[in-house]
């Protein structure tokens, strides 16, 4: 298994669970960016992520920790941990040890899914996470949309930049969905950590078509690289949440949520059905995504055609502030920098 050019380690916010998996006492285990970690949810529904070793002698503690009102407690030796990583309990002795701390993430929780900020500079965050609602300023909310459908793929060989990189690419519709789409840009605003694209649609053969007449299209926010949220109008009411996490350094694991909008009708169980029909074929097109995502390789420089090279351009210049070297792991500008170092 080949290392990727582009770092495994990126800044941002990722989405390392639902909220769901995590019920009030729980104890949840999961391995992100090389690192095995814990989240657990303490008597108040607040959530902890931190790293899962225990401070004092080593043990798991997703292997029979478990949450006290607050804290969580290690199984070997009853040491407990705070919210905050620090020692607040040595059973058998008459204070805990205040030199020692636990590392824990920054964490958020927004539409239904847990969110942690990774930084290997140890910064603390400098943007939010998008909101699939609050996001697009429309006045909706979860309550305008029927139940979430998800996706969930482990360890997949691909990384976070890929799926961002899909947001401008207007050429694969017709190829990879079979569909007669051509997006047409009308916004590239990559100024910001958050970026936004958005596109109408247009279909192909249909040269008669102006942008003002275009009843549909889509709009995204790019939370970093971690997370992308969307809004799709005209033709079917839907939002999605796309999330894709680095495991170690070489996989990644990819989430997806659909929402499908609310409709009046007068039979509420067929609308539901056609709902449910439509998130399923929305996530049956994120899935053929994925199978190109995962057998792809990073091409750098990438042969571009005349249409492409602004999209592609403007969202690799911007990916490059999430990485800790600044490049990217782009192979142009390392053999730029090692050039000029000799």
């Not at 590392?103 to 910064?123: A, F, K, L």
Request: hydrophobic share 35%.
């Amino acid at each position: 298994m080949a290392k990727p050019p582009l770092s495994m380690k990126p800044t941002g916010w990722f989405q390392v669970a639902w909220s769901t998996e995590i019920g009030v006492g729980e104890v949840h285990r999961m391995t992100y960016f090389g690192q095995e970690m814990v989240a657990w949810r303490a008597q108040s529904g607040r959530l902890t992520v931190m790293d899962a070793y225990c401070e004092h002698l080593g043990a798991h503690l997703g292997f029979g920790g478990h949450v006290e009102g607050e804290v969580i407690e290690c199984a070997f030796h009853g040491w407990q941990w705070s919210h905050e990583g620090r020692n607040v309990c040595i059973p058998y002795e008459n204070r805990p040890n205040r030199g020692r701390r636990m590392r824990t993430y920054p964490v958020v929780e927004r539409n239904e899914s847990v969110y942690i900020w990774h930084d290997v500079e140890g910064r603390a965050p400098f943007f939010d996470v998008p909101d699939v609602f609050a996001g697009f300023d429309d006045g909706s909310s979860l309550a305008d949309y029927y139940p979430v459908a998800t996706l969930y793929r482990k360890k997949l060989e691909l990384h976070p930049q890929y799926v961002l990189e899909n947001g401008v690419d207007f050429a694969h519709f017709k190829f990879v969905h079979k569909t007669p789409i051509v997006p047409v840009f009308t916004r590239h605003d990559f100024d910001e950590p958050v970026s936004y694209v958005d596109f109408t649609i247009t279909f192909e053969g249909d040269d008669g078509q102006s942008i003002e007449d275009i009843k549909s299209g889509v709009e995204a926010i790019n939370g970093g690289l971690g997370v992308a949220v969307t809004k799709s109008w005209g033709m079917v009411d839907n939002r999605t949440i796309s999330a894709v996490t680095p495991v170690d350094d070489n996989t990644s694991d990819v989430r997806f949520s659909v929402y499908i909008g609310r409709t009046a009708r007068s039979d509420p169980a067929k609308a539901g059905q056609k709902a449910r029909e439509f998130a399923q074929e929305v996530i049956r097109q994120f899935a053929q995504d994925i199978h190109i995502w995962q057998h792809q390789r990073y091409s750098d420089p990438p042969a571009l055609s005349s249409s492409e090279f602004e999209g592609f351009t403007a969202i690799r210049n911007w990916a490059k502030q999430f990485y800790p070297d600044g490049r990217g792991g782009s192979a142009a500008e390392l053999q730029a920098a090692a050039t000029n170092t000799q």
